[in-house]
């Protein structure tokens, strides 16, 4: 299926969702995961009306900025090395995968604005996620407070990959009501107001449990 035709069907489903829950689906953003697929593939989300592109990897971040430039709203959603922040950091506007004072500090240092950062929260536990344990995001955020140019702008996770609905209903719930949390501190550098959580297999229970960032990769542009 095209793009434009997945797009719709997507839509769709996230306008249901938000009725079943009482929400505006304009709060939801959709980011196309494009790291498996094409330039062609990433330049026909574009055309679909698809903005906001997510990459996890420098090589096919810049790959794809080389073609696209900056039509795109650019999302580094993969684990990110501090030494490869000088790399990306002037082609990115929203970083998903904030886990670390290390990774802070650097992007304090490379940075010639403030950069919207998602911190990244393990909340399910599995040892194959990356991210802060809940229990640390809170003295995390304090610990980045004098980083200038790190704007923290919510919380990321990624929940199992299970058809256990509770399960993951679960997961998405601890997030929102440690945004929530975080959110009320009224940190001057962590506004915290977003939730970027829900992939091609869950999205619509992340969107009906407050997700405002989705990112989806196989159902929206294929690939893995």
Known sequence: MSVAENLAEIKENIEQACQRCGR??????????????????????LEAGI???????REGLLEKYEAVGDQAT?????TLQSRKVKEVIDYVSMIHSLDRRSLAK???????????????????GEDSKHGLPASEVESFIEAVQDFKQVKIV??????????DEERLRGVFRQLRALRDR???????????????MGMSN????AVEEGAT???LGSCLVGGQ
């Not at 939801?28 to 989300?45: D, G, H, L, M």
């Not at 869950?202 to 229970?205: E, G, K, P, R, T």
Request: charged residues 20%; aromatic residues 8%; glycine residues 4%.
């Open 213 to 215: 960032h989705v990112r």
């Open 202 to 205: 869950d999205y619509a229970l």
């Open 154 to 163: 919510g919380l990321m996770t990624m929940a199992p990959h299970t058809e």
């Open 182 to 196: 975080i959110r009320d501190k009224g940190y001057a550098h962590a506004p915290c107001e977003y939730l970027s």
């Open 74 to 78: 650019w999302h580094f959603i993969g």
């Open 51 to 57: 903005h906001n592109l997510g990459e996890n990897r």
């Open 24 to 45: 505006d689906a304009n709060e939801v953003s959709i980011v196309a995961v494009t790291k498996y697929v094409s330039t062609e593939r990433a330049q026909e989300a």
């Open 106 to 124: 650097e992007i304090d240092k490379r940075a010639s604005a403030p950069v919207p950062c998602f911190v990244q929260v393990n909340i399910s």
